[in-house]
Structure formats: C-alpha cells, structure tokens
C-alpha cells in the first residue's frame, strides 16, 4: 500500500497542512505586536480589573479568602515576587472619597481602566475574524466598553464558582483521606487539573463568543476554546518552567515584577490567539456558519465591491467595443474642424 493511500499517513498531511494554513493565518496578523500592545494595557488595566474581580467574589466568599486565592493563581502560574506586587497593587487602589462627584470620577476612571485590556482584545478577535466594525463612533465606543467590562464581570463569576468548587474539593479531599490518603492524593491533583481545564475553557469560550463582532455556534465555539485552554495549560507550564529555572527578569532588578507579568501576559496572548485561529480555520474547513453580527461586516467587504462595480464597468465596456465593432456605423463620428 503507497503512503497516499494509507489513512494515518493522509490524517497526518491533513493535520500538517491545517497547522500550516493556521500558522500564516496566525502570523499574517502581527501576533507579537499584538501581544506586546495588550501586555502594556494589562499593565495599567490590572489594579482596577483585579479590584473589581475582588469585589465581586469578595460580596460572597470574603474579600481575604478571595485575595489568597488570586494570590495562589498568580504564584503558581508567574512567581511569589509578582504575587505580593499584584497584591499591593489591589490594596493601594480604593475609592473611598466624602465628595460624591470625585467618587463617581473614581468609578468611571476604575471602569475605564479595568475594561482597556479586553477593549484591545475584542479589536484583535475581529482581526482574526477577518470581521470590522459598520461604525466607529462615541456610541459604538461605548458600548464596546460596555462588552468589555461584562468579560470583567464574566470573569469574576468565574472566579467566585471556580473559589467555590476547590473550597468543596478540598472538604472532599480531607474526607476521603481519611480512608485513603495516597489514593486522595492523586485523585485530587486529577480534579484540581480537570477544573483549572473547565475554569479556563470557560474563560476562553466567554471571549470568543462576547468579544469578536461574530455569531457562530456554541459548539464551535467550546471546540476552539477546549483546544485554546489545552495549549494555554501546556503553554503555561512551559512557561512555568522558564521563568523557575532561567529567571528572564533578573537582570532587571526592582523592575523584574513588572517584567514578569509583560511577559506572562505576552507569551499567554500568543497562545490564546493561536487557538483562535485554529478555531477560525476548523470552523472554514467544517463550514460552519460564522457571520458578522449587525454591527459588523467583512473586513474586505468595502474592497468587493468596488471590484465588483470594476467588474460590472468593464463588463459593459467590453460589450459596448463588441457592439461597434460589429456596427461601425454606430461609431461617434468626429466634427471637422472649421
């Protein structure tokens, strides 16, 4: 049997192939630029977006209890140095004030500044969409950030139901271990992955159903985001494990937990948007039905039409040649000179 013929063979040019159409679509959007610009709003965005997220689940679980758990997160994923940075940035961030209108200045300025990073990835989304916006005014500005901060609302929902299940996981686990303590162990580190997988899917499939300008299907969007938080948990630990064992920010003393938390950040928004071009290119392969919502179109749409209307004028240039070339006697004739 040839190797053209072989299953496996064919599966594995056909997934060779998808990876290579995925990677120039992936490329052909300046990813790193893209990465950096969102890196540097994070930077700005992440004291009033982890205040909010805090609020939020702090209403109901305790604001200490949800601070620790943020605390956690972000040591595990970055370090413990970036870990107290973020968290003094949380305490130094308040809006306590006695004048009610520079209360209200505070708020908005908080909003603001909590809603830039996903503001900055909704435009990229649309990029990778290949979709953009009818109109771009105050209005539409506006609402833009309004989608924006309901992802900063998303996201600390999740947050207090992600508190919520590891709180009960962990009754379970010292229950169980009573019985059964080397089996509990393992059988809480499967759980603990298995939610920090759904937590994450969770995360990303909320982003690419709320932030491009796109309708598509449910089921094509928990596919991508599945395939997105699998590369992000291999990502991640890849990271993990530079940043533990080369220490990339030494060099920049005082500054290396900034330096950290752009590059985390970085090195996360290539991932996250490679995984969204896969879910754009199996989405185009299985023909499934994504479309601009009504305040979008195709990007090109403004150039297919104007090559259409090209079109249609050569089109009727070409038939008016054929026609006096047939009848030259239709042809204008030239007024003689006086």
């Known amino acids: 049997m040839s190797n053209s013929k072989n299953p496996i063979v064919k599966k594995g040019l056909q997934l060779f192939n998808f990876l290579k159409k995925t990677y120039q679509a992936w490329d052909s959007t300046d990813p790193f630029a893209r990465s950096a610009i969102i890196a540097y709003y994070t930077l700005f965005s992440l004291p009033s977006l982890l205040m909010i997220i805090t609020s939020i689940a702090s209403y109901f679980v305790g604001a200490e209890a949800v601070q620790g758990r943020i605390h956690t997160e972000i040591e595990r994923f970055i370090s413990k140095d970036v870990a107290l940075a973020i968290e003094d940035m949380i305490g130094n961030v308040t809006l306590e004030n006695d004048n009610w209108i520079t209360l209200i200045i505070s708020i908005a300025a908080l909003i603001y500044g909590a809603t830039g990073v996903f503001f900055q990835m909704k435009i990229t989304m649309n990029l990778i969409w290949n979709v953009t916006e009818k109109k771009q005014n105050f209005k539409r500005m506006l609402i833009n950030r309004a989608i924006a901060f309901g ?34 162990i393992v059988f809480a580190e499967i759980l603990r992955l298995l939610i920090s997988f759904l937590f994450i899917t969770g995360l990303f499939a909320a982003m690419f159903k709320i932030l491009p300008d796109v309708i598509m299907s449910y089921r094509t969007t928990f596919l991508g985001a599945s395939i997105t938080a ?13 940043f533990t064992s080369s220490n ?3 060099v920049y003393g005082g500054a290396a937990s900034i330096v950290l938390i752009l590059l985390w950040v970085n090195y996360t928004c290539l991932i996250l948007f490679f995984g969204a071009q896969i879910t754009v290119q199996y989405a185009l392969i299985k023909r499934h039905k994504i479309i601009p919502n009504k305040h979008a179109k195709l990007a090109h749409s403004d150039e297919m039409a104007a090559l259409n209307e090209k079109k249609k004028k050569l089109d009727q240039d070409r038939r008016n040649a054929l026609r006096l070339l047939n009848n030259p006697e239709e042809a204008p004739k030239k007024k003689k000179k006086s």
């Not at 299940?165 to 010292?174: A, H, K, P, Q």
């Open 151 to 184: 992802m900063v609302l998303v996201l600390g929902f999740m947050l207090l139901v992600a508190f919520v299940v590891t709180l009960g996981l962990n009754l379970l686990t010292e229950y169980l271990g009573q019985y059964a303590p080397e089996i509990t």
């Open 248 to 250: 990339p920010a030494s």
């Open 230 to 242: 699998v590369l992000f948990l291999i990502g991640e630990s890849l990271l993990g494990y530079y």
